[in-house]
């Protein structure tokens, strides 16, 4: 019983790092159609600059919102390209987007060995060990599920509550309508971009302490964030978000009760028969 | 001042020309319709209008408080009637986005206000669709197909909020409306578009006597 209490909550806390990847995938997806690859690299990025603004002295919570604010701004610049630098570029189609992103993750790789080396890196997180209902979980993890969850909440009220959420809503609804009333859409699309860019930020500094971070975890985090994002059609943030969670959980479960080796391809697994299931719901 | 002037306009889409040599005019507080069959050019001019897309050559001078109730009414399905509306104000800033006047202008959108866009029918939507024009306070309307797929009755009721909000706001409309009778009705002034050049145009009650626009436009088809 312990076990169980244990592996949820550390699932929990793995799985809402996927969610806050999936929820970047989706704010993107949602206002531009563009499925971004890069979204794992904004993560590892601020990861790695969180690691340098730690060891430089910085103190906790500074250098993180460091790492996010990078993530941000990566995700801006991943925007810019994507939609063209100015108000009139026609952009990319989303199908050559989808390839610009994959080459600007692999791009941010280059850029990150040259940085940062290969070699793995890590900084420590909430320290210790707490003890729930008998289960004992590392701190660092209801320390993830505690900063992940009012993001969420944030998030769903930004998008319910404000008019400048509603807008980017707007853009997804309907792109036409959207420039009718005046709405610039591809300003809309960089918030969104940027807004990604720091939920994916977000994931790699907050869940760091606890897996280590070199330059191509983006793979797995792309992987499960894709796979939790794809669950909701891209498009529906609850649903990613539930998508995250679960996946999460069913890895932790998954190596905690039978190996640890196969945590990936439980994501890759789930994603195939979610994306074959659809595809023979559209038929 | 005039709401809108357009003097020779010619737009081509890879190569085709939808629009050639255009000559229309709305005076401010003037109602004109732009009549037409499909693919006379309508919808491009309206696009042009709203600079979405560039003309070959002509120019265009348009009100900057021009607003525009799309084909096909365009909602944003997932957003609830209010939010819709409070878009419709996006260029005005968040102070005046306020949709209380516009439910006392439109009062059959009150019960509707918290329901889903997607989920009404096409005449609450083209409702709600004026409605989100008017929230830009504008001095014109840029109308496009307001009768398209709507029951008659449904079309006499929007037509009679048009009518109102031209002859007591002093709104400038124009309507483009293959509804040749309602738009002749509804409207001073009249222009017919074919094959994207204006064909004839003057006061509605003369294009309403003329053969070619009675044969062509009000005939037994067009009832």
């Not at chain 1, 704010?27 to 990861?47: C, D, K, M, P, S």
Request: glycine share 12%.
């Amino acid at each position: 019983m312990s076990d169980l209490v244990g592996y949820l909550l550390t699932g929990l806390g793995i799985g809402s790092g996927f969610a806050l990847v999936a929820s970047g995938l989706v704010a993107i997806h949602r206002v531009t159609r563009v499925v971004n690859f890069a979204q794992g690299a904004f993560a590892v990025l601020a990861a790695m600059l969180t690691s340098t603004l730690l060891a430089a002295g910085l103190p906790h919570g500074l250098a993180e919102v460091g790492g996010v604010a990078l993530g941000a701004a990566a995700g801006l610049l991943t925007g810019l390209i994507v939609l063209g630098p100015r108000r009139d570029s026609p952009g990319t189609t989303p199908g050559t987007a989808l390839i610009v992103t994959l080459g600007l993750g692999v791009l941010a790789y280059a850029i990150e060995v040259l940085i940062w080396g290969d070699q793995p890196r890590s900084f420590p997180g909430v320290p210790g060990v707490a003890e729930i209902a008998s289960a004992r979980v590392p701190a660092h993890y209801l320390l993830i599920i505690g900063v992940a969850a009012p993001v969420f909440l944030l998030m769903a009220l930004f998008f319910a509550r404000t008019d400048l959420g509603k807008a980017l809503s707007a853009c997804a609804s309907n792109r036409y309508a959207a420039r009718v009333v005046g709405i610039d859409v591809r300003r809309m699309g960089l918030l969104a971009f940027a807004l990604g860019g720091a939920l994916g930020g977000l994931a790699g500094v907050l869940t760091t302490p606890v897996q280590q971070v070199t330059f191509d975890s983006d793979v797995t985090l792309i992987v499960n964030g894709f796979a939790a994002a794809v669950l909701g059609g891209l498009t529906r943030p609850v649903v990613a978000l539930g998508g995250g969670l679960l996946l999460g959980v069913t890895q932790t479960l998954a190596a905690g009760y039978g190996g640890g080796a196969y945590q990936v391809e439980v994501a890759l697994v789930l994603m195939l028969t979610v994306m074959i299931v659809q595809a023979a719901r559209a038929r | 001042m005039t709401a809108v002037e357009v003097t020779g306009l010619t737009v081509r889409y890879d190569g085709a020309t939808a629009l050639d040599g255009v000559d229309l005019t709305v005076a401010d507080h003037q109602a004109v319709a732009l009549i037409g069959a499909n693919g006379a050019g309508k919808s491009t001019l309206v696009k042009a209008l709203s600079g979405l897309v560039r003309p070959a050559s002509g120019t265009i001078t348009v009100n900057d408080r021009l607003a525009q109730v799309p084909e096909g009414r365009e909602m944003f399905p997932d957003l609830t009637v209010d939010d819709n509306l409070r878009l419709g104000a996006w260029r005005r800033g968040r102070r005046n986005r306020d949709t209380q006047r516009l439910y006392e202008l439109l009062p059959d959108l009150v019960p509707l206000r918290n329901r889903k866009a997607g989920a009404l029918s096409g005449g609450q939507q083209q409702m709600v669709a004026i409605g989100r024009a008017l929230m830009a306070d504008p001095e014109i309307l840029v109308v496009d197909e307001l009768s398209l797929g709507l029951a008659p009755l449904i079309v006499g009721t929007l037509a009679a909020h048009l009518r109102a909000l031209h002859t007591d706001r002093g709104l400038a409309v124009l309507l483009i409306e293959q509804n040749a009778r309602l738009a002749l009705d509804l409207c001073d002034h009249a222009y017919v578009l074919e094959a994207g050049r204006i064909v004839l145009h003057g006061p509605s009650a003369e294009l309403a006597r003329d053969p070619r626009v009675t044969d062509a436009y009000l005939g037994a088809g067009h009832e």
